[in-house]
């Protein structure tokens, strides 16, 4: 053996490696927190001050990020034997946009920014009143667009939105898709669409995604025929053609993704209690701070994480008065497994209450991963992190639990067409949402990859839009427009397909949730799926930390296996919840006679506002708008 006395320290290359991933972590951590104080302090508060201090930080740590990633490659990462570090070394290998040079990250970084300013800071006026000109999209014109009934103001603020803010950001999104392609380049991925699929750790993800669109759309079609009926009773044949696509402006949001407000009139079974508790909420004299600890409470009800006293310190739960910030909603790591905050400008409604769970998902999966190194501090992948928040709201959602916390009367009973009622409602969020999901990223990956030039950006995005979710513009539009960047995270480089897959795997975790809980069981007719409420079941919440404490630190099927059993995604949960509301939608189309799917549309989409005039004024065109 080794003579005591003399150290002999033998130069393990793995044991070494591991060393420098420690050393690099704390500095990442660090650094990352700084950062993302930064990105905070611009978010909540946006002035020139605020842009030029986040910029400037961002730099600095691009510039480490090179410095470092030029030693790191130097390690034979490849050849070592434990997984574990040969995973945190591959994720530390990618730079991303750091990559860029010093003057071009700082465009990028400048170039989004912007776009997250026009469209966060972006007024209308409004439609009876046209001195009244400070809108903003939260809350007034989602509200606008959430309520009104009046097919003119909501074409009003439809269009108005998108000349405000769209429109203004062509030539940035132009100039960022080819910096962004540039930095995928420099990564050695082939566009930016394969440097945003990496996450998905899968060659064929896009074929995935596509083979459970499939899966869905049988149900989607069904549910898009029984909604254009139920607008085409309201609005009659002038505004809705009973065989065509429905009119975007029609469905109660901004962009026609949910279409949960218009729940109201176009009820199955009306005349039964309302499940929108938004009324009751307000009665009961809901703050969003009680929404919030609500949803806290339903957490720690599964033995799951409380929040820690600063994340009620540092978040900001209300829109603050008497300055200019991103009201969009977010969920926010600092990366020192201390300080966690959102930023939410909360109003009192039961949609606002499921958003509230949606934040305080990602705020639990970063309380569960916070031990893990920096690197690992994420999703499996990231529509694991869209979907933890929705798990906990599908039992929220139902009639028994809203029962539970004293927002529907007790009395009230789940009878076949309640129950037809509930399921619809939850359509109009999850089925309605998955096209349009599967659409925003379809179109940027085809503009990535080329296939979508910036002269045909707008006709191909209807073109899609028309296509998968069966929708048409109120108004006719041109290559003048730009109704891409008219939502958040197109302007915002948010990738979007996260969405998509949360909404199919959070069925599948919620089927295997309510297993666990004991709440739901295939061959007991008399506990449906639907009607599974995983509250205060520790077992649940016990299985569901298992894989949330693993953040990134494995490929998704594992994190996903350890929950559902299964290595794939697929949308058997969601079928399987949305059976009975399946099988009634079909009854009810074919009683209707309705016409399942759509013609093309007969709205224009043109080069120029100037060739739209001249295609409107010929004698044909004419006739056919008579
Ligand atoms: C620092 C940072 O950015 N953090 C990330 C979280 C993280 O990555 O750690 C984050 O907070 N992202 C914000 C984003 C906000 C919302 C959103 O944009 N939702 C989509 C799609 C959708 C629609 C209906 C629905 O029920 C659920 C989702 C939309 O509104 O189009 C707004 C409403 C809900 C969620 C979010 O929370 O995902
Ligand atoms: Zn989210």
Redesign the pocket.
Known sequence: GLDPEQEVRVVDPEQQARHYLQLLDREYGRRANAETLAEWAYAANITDQTLQRKLNISAEHAKFQKQQWLETIKYPWQTYRDPDIRRQFQKYSVLGTAALSEEKFDKLEKLVSEMESIYSTAKVCDYNDATQCDLSLEPELTERLAESRDPKELSHVWVEWRHASGEKVRSQFEHYVALSNEAAVLNNFTDASAYWLKDYEADDFQDQVKALWDQVKPLYQQLHAYVRRRLHDKYGDDVVNRRGPIPAHLLGNM?A??WNNIFDFTIPFPGKQSIDVTEEMVKQGYTPLRMFKLSEEFFVSLNLSAMPELFWKNSILEKPAGRELIC??????FYDSKDFRIKMCTTVTMKQL??VH??MG?IQY?LQYKHQPTVYKGGAN?GF??AVG?VMALSVSTPKHLRKVGLLDSSSTDDPEATINYLYLQGL?KVA?LPF?YVVDLWRWAVFQGEITSDAYNCNWWKLRGQYQGIEPPVDRTEEDFDPGA???VIAS?PYIR?FV?FIIQFQFHRALCIEAGEYDPKDETKPLHECDIYQSTKAGNLLSKMLQMGSSKPWPDAMEVVTGQRLMDASGLLEYFRPLHKWLEAENAKTGEYIGWDPTDKHCVQTRVELEKLKAQPGEAEMAE
Do not use: G, M, N, R
């Open positions: 962009w993704q949910t969009h909603a977010s969920a926010w790591d499921f958003v949606h934040e990602h970063y990231p992190h869209e929705d969020q949402f999901a939502k958040y995270h948010v969405y949360s």
